[in-house]
């Protein structure tokens, strides 16, 4: 949550010495239990509550406050005393920055999560007030110029309190999983064409899925390694279109609907010192669907570096099927 302040609030902010960076970001792979997308971009609800005597109006420097891409929000007014929850679309934040350094070249290290995010989320305010608001003796016939040089205008800043959020990072070491980049790339298909919106296929029809899951090259090479040896659990999805459930069987998946592919599964011998290569899962089934109607399928793959927990991350598009 982030509150409207005054020009003077939440300076102390600015001389935080906490340091939000920290290498565990890097190895926090497959430790937190919850189900993400793995897209570059994550949605995010941001309260924002007035509490200046007078309306404010919101925007930031690129230009759209929140929404989304079909309905975007340049702007946004706040009246006084009244708390607003806004959408809006950031990045994941980098796990890793690179760091150039002249006499050995390039190196990493883990990123400010916090300064990240406050960045990502900071907007601009201003407001109109009339300092002879309350002046009832005032001119009811002054010019114009008269009454806009007894109007101040009032700005600031409106972000998430760093120290706060340093705190929540620290007490919830799953949060930077849920706003950071994903460990890997989910990618589903099933032989659409890359022209048409959907597969048609007909009643009865098997129709092949496939998954590929990529690890990202930012996961350190040990954590990787670990799950190119132990596995990573790829899993298939299907379901009607904007329908409810039903107890009919609508499909049936052929082979096997889950399974721990690792390097030595689904690569060949070839492949092997390709690093590329080793870095990519594959798992594939096949579906008949047996009613006709609008099908989705889609892929996760589940990573785990702890007994009993599953970090789930879903491919960010699903793949649309119409059987006719």
Known sequence: NMASSDNNNNNNDDNDDDDGGDASILNRVGMDQGVHVASNEIVALMAVANETNSTIL????????GGFSGSP???????????????????????????????????????DVAAELVANTALQWKSVVDDNN????????ASSSSIASNLKVRQGRVRIPSKCLRE?????????SRICQSPVAVKVSIGRPATDPELLVSKGQAVTAQVEATIEEWVPS?????????GIVLEFCCARKNAAGTLKREYVWCGLLRRTVNATSSSSSSDQNNNNNNNKLQHQARVIFLTEGAFV????????????????????????VLVQ
């Open 168 to 176: 929540i990072i620290s007490e919830h070491q799953s949060f930077c």
């Open 73 to 111: 929000m340049p702007t946004i007014r706040v009246t006084s005393g009244v708390s607003v929850k806004i959408p809006v679309v950031i990045p994941r934040i980098p796990r890793r920055i690179l760091e150039e350094k002249e006499e050995e070249g390039s190196s990493s290290s883990s990123i």
């Open 58 to 65: 919101l925007s930031n420097r690129k230009g759209r406050v």
């Open 297 to 320: 399928v889609s892929a996760c793959a589940k990573l785990s570096t702890q007994e009993g927990v599953e970090e789930t991350w879903w491919a960010q598009f699903a793949e649309n």
């Open 134 to 141: 309350n002046n009832n003796d005032a001119d009811a016939t």
């Open 222 to 230: 040990h954590v990787r390694d670990n799950l190119r040896r132990d």
